[in-house]
C-alpha cells in the first residue's frame, strides 16, 4: 500500500475513533458474542453479564453491602407455611417497549420454567425449587416453593420475562426475544452479528448514566490491551494475567478486580482402569507441581506477593464459607511418594515409562481451548510434568463447541484428563459437577463419577436450613472430595477488568458484573 | 448448426434445478452426519427438550418432510428465523442485510474485470501487460484479503464495523477480489484469446479488407462465449467473496453462510446456499439469453438480400 493511501487510513480511523471517544457512547471487548439474549438458554458467562444489563432479576446481591436486596421488589412476606413468598411489587415499572410489569409477568416467568416444553436445562433446574405462582393483584405475586428453604429469597435471583411478548409459557431458544429482548433493566439491548449494542432506558428504579454501549468480541488479547491503550475501546472484561502488566503501567487505565469465584481444576477420568484406584489419582495430585505451572503458564513467581493465582485443595475458592481451611494445599510435587503410590496400586515402571497390565500408560489430556487465553501453555506443561514423571501423553484443545456437546454431558471418556475451568456466583453450588448422574443431577459431572458418600453429603447440602449446616457440608464434602480426587484442584485465579480512567463509578458485582450499572458514568 | 438452441437450454434447466437441488444436498448432509439433526443444532445441554425442538423445526418427520417443507417455505420468500447464529431473527432479514453488501462487493470487484476485457477485446491493453497482471494474479485472495484485515484493525480498531470503515473494507475486499486468484488477468487473456482466434477467421479478414470494423464482425460470433467467460468471472468472484466477506469481515452472504455453518444454524446455511444457488442461476438465465439473442441475430438475413 501506497505511503499516501495509508495516511490517507490512518487519518480517517484517528478521525472515527475521536467522534467515537467523545461522545457518551462507550465501547467494551467480551470474550465473545452472547449466544443468547435469554436467560433460559444462558450457556456462557458473557450471557450472564449480557442479562444483567437488559433484564432484572427478582433478587440479587448488593456488590457493596453482599445484603439480599431487589429494584423490583417493594416488600415481602413469607406465605404458605413457610413454602412461599408474597412479593409486592414497585409500582410504575415499566418494559423497554412502555408496557408496564406486573405480577402477571412474574408468575409467567415461573411458570415458563414449569413448563415442560420449555426446553431449558436451567428452567429444569429450576423445576426442582418452584411449585407455581399466583399473581393475587396486579403488584402482588404470590411464588410457591416444592419445600422449605432456608434462604427463600436466595432462590429468587431469576430474571423476570415479559408475558405480553412470549404469550404462552412454553419457550423456544429462537424466539425473537433470544435477540432483541424486551426487558426492565437499565439498558435496552440488540444483538447484531458483530456485536451488541445497548441503549439507556430510564425508568422507575433505573436510571443508568451512560446513552449507549456496544459490546464487540475481543479476539487476541494482545490486540485488545493495544486497542484499549489507543482509546480504540474503554474496557476490557477480562485482561489475561500476562497482559496486566502493561495495564497497569499506564496512567489512562485502571485494573478493576472481577470476583467470579473462578478455580480450575484437572478431571481424571475414573473410568480408564488404572486411574480407577485412588492411589493412582492420589499420585497424580503429587506429580503435579502447582508452582511451576503457575510461573510458567500465568507467570507468577514463586513468593509473588498480590499473586492472582492462590492454590486450592477443594472445590472452592479460599475466599469461600465453604472452603475447608483444614485441608492443605499441595503446590510442590513429591514424586517419591507419588511413585510409591503408583507401584502400590500396581503400575510397574519399565525403561522410565508407566506400564498397567503390561501395556504402557498413553494419557490423552484435553483442555478447553479458550483457557489458553488466561493461562498460556498450560495444557503443555501439564502434558510435561506428567511426561517427566514417565507417562505417555496426546495433548489436545478442545473446542467450546466439543466441549459443551462431549465433555459437559459425559461423553469425553476417551480423554484420561481434562483441564478446565469453573465459575459461581454467590451460591456455590457444585452438587451438579459430583453428584452421580441420574435423575437430572449432575449434569455438570465431566467423567460421570459416582460416590454415595459424595452424594450423600451433597443430599446433606441440599437439605440444610441454615448456613452453619450447609457450610458443614461442603465442608465435609471438600475433605472427601480433596481425598478421592475426581479433579486434581489446581488454583483460583484473579479476573481482571481494564477500563479508562474516563469511565467512573464503575463497581463490578461478583459474577454478574453490571448489577450496579446505574452508578457507572463516562465521559468529563 | 441447426440444434442452436440445446446448450441455451440446458442453462435454462440447470439454472431451474440449481435453486433445488443446492438445500437438497445440504439436507441430505444434515442427515448423514452423526446425531439427531435437533441435538447438532441445538445442544441437549443448551436446550433440553429436543424433542419438542425438532418438531418445531420439522426435523422429526424425516429428512424428505423437511425438505419439502422448507422449500415450500422458501417458495413464498419465508426462510424461518434463525436458531443459532441469531436466534429468533427472520432469516430473510438476515438475507436481505447481507445480500446489498456481497452485490456491492462483487460488483466492484467486476468493474476492472470489465474494462480489462473490453480493453483487450479492443486491443488496448498491450500484450505485454498480460505477465504483469498474472504476477499479481499468483497471490491467494486469503493472502491479500489478510492484509487488508491487518490494515483495516490496524487504523479503526474497535471501530471497523462503522459505516466509514466498512466503507473502505468493501473497496479493500473488492481490490483483493478482483486481482487475486487470476481474476482479472483471466479475464484479460481470456476475451484476448477468443477475440484473436476470430480474427483469424477468414470472413473477419475478408471484410478488414473491405474497411470495415472488426469488432462488429466479430462480437456476434463471439459474444455467446464472452457471456460465458463473464459468467465464469462472475462465480469466480462469488466463490472468492466467501473468503474475502470471511476474512476482511464484511457482513455478506459469504460471512453468513460461513457464521452459519460454524454454529451448526442449518437454516441460516440452507439459505444462504439458496441464495447462492439463486444467483448462480440468475447468472445461468443470462448467459442463455445472450446465447439466444446472438443465435438469432446472427440468423437473420442481412439487409437488402431478397430471399
Redesign the interface.
Known amino acids: ?1 501506497k505511503p499516501t493511501t ?1 495516511t490517507l ?2 487519518a ?2 484517528l ?3 475521536a467522534t ?1 471517544a467523545t461522545g457518551a457512547s462507550l ?1 467494551f ?1 467480551e470474550e465473545s458474542l452472547p ?2 439474549m ?1 436467560p433460559l ?1 444462558a ?1 456462557s458467562m458473557v450471557d450472564n453479564r449480557v442479562h444483567e444489563l437488559v433484564l432484572d432479576r427478582i433478587y440479587h446481591h448488593d456488590p457493596i453491602t453482599n445484603e439480599l436486596v431487589s429494584d423490583v421488589v417493594e416488600r415481602w412476606e413469607l406465605a404458605d407455611g413457610g413454602k412461599g413468598v408474597r412479593l409486592y411489587l414497585k409500582k410504575g415499572i415499566k418494559w423497554h417497549d412502555g408496557q408496564s410489569m406486573t405480577a402477571e409477568d412474574v408468575c409467567f416467568t415461573i411458570d415458563s420454567m414449569l413448563d ?6 436451567i ?2 433446574k429450576k423445576r426442582a425449587v418452584f411449585a407455581g405462582c399466583d399473581a393475587e393483584k396486579n403488584d402482588v405475586a404470590l411464588v410457591k416453593f416444592v419445600k422449605i428453604f432456608h434462604n427463600p429469597l436466595n432462590r429468587l435471583g431469576i430474571h423476570i420475562l415479559p408475558k405480553h411478548v412470549f404469550g404462552e409459557t ?1 419457550i ?9 429482548p424486551v426487558g426492565t433493566g437499565p439498558m435496552k439491548g440488540s ?5 451488541v449494542v445497548f441503549e439507556k432506558y430510564k425508568n422507575v428504579h433505573h436510571d443508568p448514566q451512560i446513552d449507549q454501549m456496544t459490546l ?1 468480541e475481543g479476539g487476541d488479547p494482545l ?1 485488545q490491551v493495544r ?1 484499549l491503550l ?1 482509546n ?2 474503554q474496557g476490557i472484561i477480562a485482561v489475561p494475567p500476562p497482559y496486566r502488566a502493561d495495564v497497569s503501567a499506564s496512567d489512562e487505565l485502571t485494573l478493576k478486580s472481577y470476583d467470579l469465584r473462578s478455580w480450575w481444576f484437572v478431571a481424571v477420568n475414573q473410568e480408564k482402569a488404572y486411574l480407577a484406584d485412588k492411589r493412582v489419582r492420589q499420585a497424580l495430585n503429587l506429580i503435579v507441581d502447582r508452582t511451576d505451572l503457575r510461573q510458567l503458564s500465568i507467570g507468577v513467581k514463586p513468593g509473588e506477593q498480590n499473586s492472582p493465582c492462590e492454590f486450592i485443595s477443594g472445590p472452592f475458592v479460599q475466599t469461600s464459607p465453604y472452603y475447608n481451611r483444614s485441608v492443605p494445599t499441595q503446590p510442590r510435587s513429591d514424586k517419591e511418594k507419588a511413585f510409591l503410590l503408583l507401584k502400590e496400586a500396581g503400575l510397574k515402571q519399565v525403561g522410565g515409562r508407566w506400564h498397567y497390565n503390561g501395556q504402557p500408560i498413553t494419557m490423552r489430556i484435553g483442555m478447553k481451548a479458550p483457557l489458553n487465553n488466561e493461562a498460556p501453555d498450560l495444557l503443555s506443561q501439564v502434558g510435561n510434568q506428567l511426561g517427566a514423571a514417565g507417562f505417555d501423553r496426546q495433548e489436545f484443545r478442545i473446542t467450546v ?1 466439543d466441549w ?2 462431549k465433555v ?2 459425559g461423553q469425553a471418556t476417551d480423554y484420561d484428563l481434562v483441564v478446565g475451568k469453573w465459575s459461581f456466583g454467590l451460591v456455590e453450588d457444585v452438587n451438579p459437577l459430583f453428584h452421580t448422574r441420574k435423575d437430572n443431577r449432575g ?1 455438570l459431572n465431566i467423567f460421570n463419577y459416582a460416590n454415595p458418600q459424595v452424594d450423600a453429603l451433597l443430599a446433606q447440602f441440599d437439605a440444610a436450613r441454615t448456613d452453619t449446616e450447609a457450610k458443614d457440608a461442603y465442608h465435609k464434602l471438600h475433605e472427601k472430595l480433596a481425598e478421592e480426587l475426581p479433579y486434581l484442584f489446581l488454583w483460583k485465579l484473579d479476573t481482571k477488568s481494564a477500563w479508562r480512567t474516563e469511565v467512573r463509578g464503575n463497581t463490578i458485582s461478583p459474577y454478574f458484573y453490571w448489577t450496579a450499572f446505574d452508578s457507572w458514568k463516562y465521559g468529563s | 448448426m441447426k440444434r442452436w438452441w440445446i446448450r441455451p437450454l440446458v442453462r435454462v434447466v440447470a439454472a431451474c434445478l440449481l435453486p433445488v437441488a443446492v438445500p437438497a444436498v445440504i439436507t441430505a448432509f444434515i442427515w448423514a452426519l452423526p446425531g439427531d439433526p435437533a441435538s447438532i443444532i441445538c445442544p441437549p445441554e443448551l436446550c433440553g427438550g429436543t424433542a419438542e425442538l425438532a418438531e418445531a423445526w420439522n426435523l422429526d418427520q424425516g429428512a424428505t418432510h423437511f425438505y419439502t417443507t422448507w422449500m415450500g417455505a422458501a417458495m413464498t420468500g419465508d426462510f424461518g428465523n434463525s436458531w443459532r447464529l441469531q436466534p429468533g431473527v427472520p432469516v430473510g432479514e438476515l438475507l436481505a442485510s447481507s445480500i446489498p453488501w456481497t452485490a456491492a462487493l462483487v460488483v466492484l470487484a467486476f468493474v476492472p474485470l470489465l474494462v480489462g476485457a473490453a480493453g483487450a477485446a479492443a486491443r488496448i491493453i498491450p500484450r505485454q501487460v498480460d505477465a504483469i497482471l498474472q504476477a499479481v494474479g499468483l497471490t491467494p485472495s486469503v493472502v491479500l484479503a489478510l492484509c487488508a484485515a491487518a490494515v483495516v484493525t490496524i487504523t479503526y480498531g474497535a471501530f471497523a464495523f462503522d459505516d466509514e470503515a466498512m466503507r473502505v473494507k468493501l473497496l479493500l475486499g473488492a481490490l483483493c477480489l478482483g486481482l487475486a486468484d487470476q481474476a482479472l488477468s483471466g479475464a484479460v487473456t481470456g476475451v484476448r484469446g477468443l477475440m484473436e482466434e476470430e480474427r483469424k477467421q477468414r470472413y473477419v479478414q475478408i471484410a478488414i479488407l473491405r474497411g470495415e470494423s472488426v469488432l462488429s464482425n466479430t462480437l456476434p460470433n463471439t459474444l455467446g462465449a464472452l457471456a460465458g467467460q463473464m459468467r465464469a468471472r462472475l462465480l469466480h468472484l462469488l466463490s472468492g467473496a466467501v473468503i474475502v466477506e470471511v476474512v476482511i469481515r464484511i457482513d455478506g452472504l459469504g460471512d453468513l453462510l460461513w457464521q452459519g455453518t460454524l454454529s451448526q444454524d442449518f437454516g441460516v446455511v440452507l439459505a444462504a446456499a439458496f441464495g447462492f444457488a439463486l444467483l448462480s442461476a440468475l447468472l445461468l438465465l443470462l448467459q442463455a439469453l445472450v446465447e439466444v439473442a446472438t443465435a438469432l441475430h446472427v440468423r437473420r438475413s442481412p439487409a437488402g438480400v431478397v430471399s
Open positions: 500500500m495509508r487510513l490512518t480517517l480511523g478521525a472515527a475513533t467515537f465501547t471487548y449466544s443468547s435469554n438458554f450457556s415442560e416444553g420449555t426446553p431449558s436445562p428452567a429444569e412454553a423456544r431458544p429462537d424466539h425473537q426475544f433470544s435477540n432483541r444483538m447484531g452479528r458483530r456485536g464487540q490486540v486497542t489507543n480504540g475501546v463447541d459443551n456437546r459437559l454431558t449434569a
